[in-house]
């Protein structure tokens, strides 16, 4: 049986499917069954059809051992995304590992803001200039790149390992040559490359759970994802308050702040923004879910 200290020595399709239905079942994995079939798609390198039609062939060796290592791991509660190599972001498949958070839907909407903001700098007869601060696997950067393929665009972060992440995926969507990545903390790398006052948007998924909140974290998130890119202090808002002055120091007239809040924190990352009096008219943007979930300013 999956998950005790003795592993088969060969079991059939079918006997993995169900033992490991059964396995991700008792693990607390909500759709035990349909995750089950893609680690084994994946372990197998075989497609959905092929393990509804085989199920009585016998697996065993390396494919056996892989199989059996992924469901185990998702047992264990390691992201389902980080096991797979990928997750999808605004159409595209991006790659993820540990060192990098792994892109969520609701991340999606700074890339239709940031979209939308830069067109109208587009209409004026510019070509934007775009910073995204704390780029984690780059798929905010590259998906702008992708969408707005005359807009120049730098991509700054703290972890080494995670620009090689975000660089690689820039070369997988063909955008490697329009993102400059820059290693550094928040926008100091910006500094020494000549844009201060000339950036139209800066864009950033900035660190936002509160230390309090911590452990009622899901164990995937808890215990996997990098806590670098998640913990953002006591009250959650620790680089907002620097974020909102950095950013103003990049930004011309009328260029856009853009940033993802937490649920619960927009009303305190407005009262942040007007607080430095470098910013007049604001926005905030719902999730599907209705929270308040993007807040833009204007640099005035």
Not at 31 to 39: K, S, V
Not at 215 to 221: G, M
Request: proline share 5%; aromatic share 4%; charged share 25%.
């Amino acid at each position: 049986m999956i998950g005790t200290d003795r592993s088969p020595q060969a079991m059939s399709i079918g006997e993995l499917t169900r033992e490991g239905a059964m396995l991700l079942l008792r693990a607390g994995i909500e759709q035990a069954g349909l995750e089950t079939g893609w680690l084994l798609e994946h372990a197998l390198r075989r497609t959905p059809l092929d393990l509804r039609t085989n199920e009585s062939l016998q697996v065993e060796g390396e494919g056996l051992r892989r199989a059996l290592d992924l469901l185990q791991r998702r047992a264990n509660r390691e992201p389902l995304q980080y096991l797979l190599g990928t997750q999808e972001f605004c159409g595209v498949e991006f790659e993820v590992e540990p060192s990098v958070l792994i892109p969520r839907p609701e991340t999606e909407l700074l890339v239709d803001a940031a979209v939308r903001y830069a067109g109208m700098q587009s209409a004026a007869g510019r070509r934007p200039v775009i910073v995204d601060m704390g780029t984690g696997s780059g798929c905010i950067a590259v998906s702008l790149a992708r969408r707005m393929p005359l807009a120049v665009l730098y991509a700054t972060d703290r972890s080494a390992e995670a620009l090689r992440v975000a660089r690689r995926n820039a070369e997988r969507h063909g955008v490697a040559g329009q993102v400059t990545f820059l290693e550094g903390d928040l926008l100091q790398p910006l500094r020494a490359c000549g844009v201060s006052g000339r950036v139209d948007l800066v864009i950033s998924n900035p660190p936002y759970i509160a230390e309090r909140e911590w452990e009622a974290l899901q164990p995937e998130v808890r215990l996997f994802e990098p806590r670098i890119a998640l913990a953002g202090g006591e009250d959650g808002l620790a680089i907002y308050r620097r974020l909102v002055q950095e950013a103003a120091e990049l930004l011309h007239t009328a260029g856009w702040l853009i940033m993802e809040v937490g649920q619960g924190q927009a009303e305190s990352v407005r009262a942040l923004i007007e607080a430095t009096g470098r910013y007049g008219t604001m926005d905030v943007r719902p999730d599907q879910a209705g929270i308040d979930r993007v807040v833009c300013a204007q640099k005035q």
